[in-house]
């Protein structure tokens, strides 16, 4: 491939991946998660940037974060919670998500699935402000009956999930997001996370940080020693990049499970008090979706 066609590949890429707003609706997916000093960040950036562009949201910030906001959903009695600190080889969780300090409409239905270790995510874009009524209303409904594109039905298996699990809206959780896409591979992504906070939330379904209410989450004692940034590599399944199995080697990374719904709803245990009086018996088992409709 001559250079000229490889800057021409490199531009349509940016132009067509370079935002998190346009994160495929169906992603499977790896998802490596390490920690680590926050001194590290600009020597991997250097490493990347041959490889991959800032998305549109990094772009845009002047230091490159970004404020990401996800309202994370669970069962009266912390099902998915609970399947995480098992470690149930098959488990989900729900949330929903939006950007910035003072986020406004889109907002984003997300669930992640996981099985073992690979990653797949539905994320359907809704545009609703009454965001309680978005996810308890059936979605033909909404849709006038209209034939259900992939937005319409990752939106309608949040719903589904929503109603069977009893999920209701429990932690916010917020961090800063410096985000990469790869400029050559089809999909492939890393970002580092800063300054993890969060603030108990199960009155309202709208992700939107009350500034009052936040309180920090990225204690010492989360992190390994020495560390204070969450770093994720993230690819399709069929294929890793040479440059990303390049980085880990040349970093020394070490690959290790760091769950933000997790961390920040132990703090709401610290100063709250949740776990009062769960009654596990009362959970509802795995709940399967048709995955021929995925």
């Given at each position: 491939?001559?250079?000229?066609?490889?800057?021409?590949?490199v531009?349509?890429?940016?132009?067509?991946?370079?935002?998190?707003?346009?994160?495929?609706?169906?992603?499977?997916?790896?998802?490596?998660?390490?920690t680590?000093?926050?001194?590290?960040?600009?020597?991997?950036?250097?490493?990347?940037?041959?490889?991959?562009?800032?998305?549109?949201?990094?772009?845009?910030?002047?230091?490159?974060?970004?404020?990401?906001?996800?309202?994370?959903?669970d069962?009266?009695?912390?099902?998915?919670?609970?399947?995480?600190?098992?470690?149930?080889?098959?488990?989900?969780?729900?949330?929903?998500?939006?950007?910035?300090?003072?986020?406004?409409?889109?907002?984003?239905?997300?669930?992640?699935?996981?099985?073992?270790?690979?990653?797949?995510?539905?994320?359907?874009?809704?545009?609703?402000t009454?965001?309680?009524?978005?996810?308890?209303?059936?979605?033909?409904?909404?849709?006038?009956?209209?034939?259900?594109?992939?937005?319409?039905?990752?939106?309608?298996?949040?719903?589904n999930?929503?109603?069977?699990?009893?999920?209701?809206?429990?932690?916010?959780?917020?961090?800063?997001?410096?985000?990469?896409?790869?400029?050559?591979?089809?999909?492939?992504?890393?970002?580092?996370?800063?300054?993890?906070?969060?603030?108990?939330q199960?009155?309202?379904?709208?992700?939107?940080?009350?500034?009052?209410?936040?309180?920090?989450?990225?204690?010492?004692?989360?992190?390994?020693?020495?560390?204070?940034?969450?770093?994720?590599l993230?690819?399709?399944?069929?294929?890793?990049?040479?440059?990303?199995?390049?980085?880990?080697?040349?970093?020394?990374?070490?690959?290790?499970?760091?769950?933000?719904?997790?961390?920040?709803?132990?703090?709401?245990?610290?100063?709250?008090?949740?776990?009062?009086?769960?009654?596990?018996?009362?959970?509802?088992?795995?709940?399967?979706?048709?995955?021929?409709?995925?």
């Amino acid at each position: 491939m001559s250079a000229i066609a490889q800057q021409e590949k490199v531009e349509t890429v940016k132009t067509e991946k370079h935002s998190a707003s346009k994160t495929p609706q169906v992603l499977e997916r790896y998802e490596l998660k390490y920690t680590i000093p926050l001194d590290m960040v600009e020597p991997m950036c250097r490493f990347i940037e041959p490889y991959c562009s800032l998305d549109e949201y990094s772009e845009k910030s002047s230091d490159n974060y970004y404020i990401v906001n996800s309202l994370y959903f669970d069962t009266p009695n912390l099902h998915f919670f609970y399947n995480k600190d098992y470690e149930c080889l098959e488990r989900f969780n729900m949330r929903i998500r939006s950007y910035g300090e003072s986020p406004q409409p889109p907002y984003f239905l997300e669930i992640k699935k996981k099985r073992r270790d690979i990653i797949k995510k539905y994320r359907a874009k809704i545009f609703e402000t009454d965001v309680k009524k978005a996810v308890e209303v059936r979605w033909d409904h909404l849709n006038g009956g209209k034939p259900r594109d992939k937005n319409t039905k990752n939106a309608d298996l949040f719903r589904n999930l929503h109603f069977t699990y009893g999920a209701e809206p429990k932690v916010l959780v917020q961090y800063k997001r410096k985000a990469y896409f790869s400029n050559y591979d089809e999909y492939a992504r890393v970002t580092f996370d800063i300054n993890l906070r969060s603030m108990e939330q199960t009155d309202s379904y709208v992700p939107l940080p009350v500034e009052s209410r936040m309180y920090p989450a990225d204690y010492e004692n989360v992190f390994d020693i020495g560390t204070s940034v969450i770093l994720e590599l993230k690819c399709y399944t069929s294929y890793v990049p040479l440059w990303m199995m390049d980085l880990i080697r040349s970093f020394n990374l070490r690959q290790r499970g760091f769950s933000k719904y997790q961390t920040c709803l132990f703090r709401a245990f610290e100063k709250y008090g949740y776990l009062t009086s769960m009654n596990m018996s009362t959970v509802p088992g795995i709940y399967e979706w048709n995955t021929e409709e995925e």
